[in-house]
């Protein structure tokens, strides 16, 4: 009996996506002609429509120019690192999207591909009214969208080479003001753990963060903990590993640990649990996004609440707005954030000599 053939068959032998072949096979919108018929080649070659429950009379090739869909948005997800629709933060911001398009009688698909390589030469970018990013988006997708007119929006990532509407929550503020309050709490040794590089979310914190620092004249470490892994055991390993070596070089913790945001306060809560510090009575420990295991921490965390649906929504009408009138400059639109304060900081009484 011979092997089923797969749509993953056809899109590994063209070096596609299976989203891509999905969409030519089903006779949707938002592939281009050329690629419609490489997909319908290959599939024959391969036996696809020859297996039982596949009719070829049932496959439609239609004429991409003639039958554009313009009431879909294309939502695109790259599904590496933590960047998933599932997402404890990613989820609510494509949940804002969706409802405020649902409301507006507007429909969506979702992209979440781990290789863009074929993606440019495959989708017909035509076939959408718009395309939001979220999160971090490979530029050549950006450059082929906008190449052929279509609106892009990106949510938390601004692209260097190809100026687009973005929306962000107020990072840098936001930090700038969470610095503040803890340096009005007492605490002078305060250090940042996150890369900076991990995303221009990450980096504007990091400037609030050390703006805050240098107005009151409070020493910034010179060797500010990078967090480059992303793996969840790999960063306990790290952040574990860091300590431990301030420990032996006989160096005093820092008084409060600033996290770029709550999945790494998750790790340094775990961290020092296990190597005996208390939260907040040995060090006192902050946030960043306000996710739901956040507050279910014992201590509760100290954090700063984006409200993630809220920028999802802003997105929407940003691209409605950059529809209606296409010539007006780019805008970076702002939402505020709010700090939340909880139980893992406390007041830094120095020890008296």
Not at 259 to 287: F, M, Q, W
Not at 291 to 300: F, Q, R
Request: charged residues 25%; proline residues 3%; hydrophobic residues 40%.
């Amino acid at each position: 009996m011979a092997k089923k053939v797969t749509i993953q068959q056809i899109a590994d032998y063209l070096g596609i996506s299976n989203f891509v072949v999905s969409r030519a096979l089903s006779g949707k919108t938002g592939v281009k002609d050329e690629t419609r018929d490489k997909v319908f080649q290959v599939a024959s070659q391969l036996g696809y429509f020859t297996q039982k429950g596949i009719n070829n009379s049932d496959i439609k090739k239609e004429n991409v120019e003639d039958s554009i869909d313009n009431n879909s948005v294309l939502i695109v997800m790259p599904n590496i690192r933590s960047q998933l629709k599932e997402s404890i933060y990613w989820g609510p911001i494509i949940k804002g999207i969706s409802d405020t398009l649902e409301n507006l009688n507007l429909g969506m698909i979702i992209l979440t591909e781990n290789n863009f390589k074929s993606l440019p030469r495959s989708l017909n970018p035509e076939g959408f009214m718009g395309l939001i990013g979220v999160g971090e988006v490979a530029t050549q997708i950006i450059l082929e969208v906008q190449n052929n007119g279509v609106p892009v929006v990106l949510i938390d990532h601004e692209d260097k080479l190809y100026p687009t509407d973005t929306v962000f929550s107020n990072n840098f503020d936001s930090s700038y003001l969470l610095a503040n309050y803890l340096i009005g709490l007492g605490h002078s040794h305060i250090q940042f753990v996150g890369n900076i590089n991990y995303s221009r979310s990450f980096f504007d914190r990091w400037l609030g963060f050390r703006t805050a620092l240098e107005e009151n004249d409070t020493p910034i470490s010179n060797e500010f903990y990078e967090l480059i892994k992303d793996d969840s055991a790999e960063m306990f390993i790290d952040i574990k590993a860091w300590l431990l070596k301030l420990k032996a070089e006989g160096n005093k913790l820092p008084t409060a640990l600033f996290c770029a945001n709550d999945s790494i306060a998750l790790h340094v809560y775990k961290v020092l649990e296990e190597l005996d510090i208390r939260v907040p009575d040995d060090i006192s420990v902050t946030g960043f996004d306000n996710i739901e295991d956040s507050y279910l921490l014992k201590p509760t965390l100290t954090t700063i609440d984006v409200p993630k649906e809220e920028l999802g929504k802003r997105a929407v009408r940003a691209l409605l707005n950059r529809i209606d009138i296409k010539n007006a400059p780019k805008e970076k639109i702002i939402v505020s954030s709010e700090l939340l304060l909880r139980e893992s900081v406390l007041s830094y009484k120095k020890e008296t000599e």
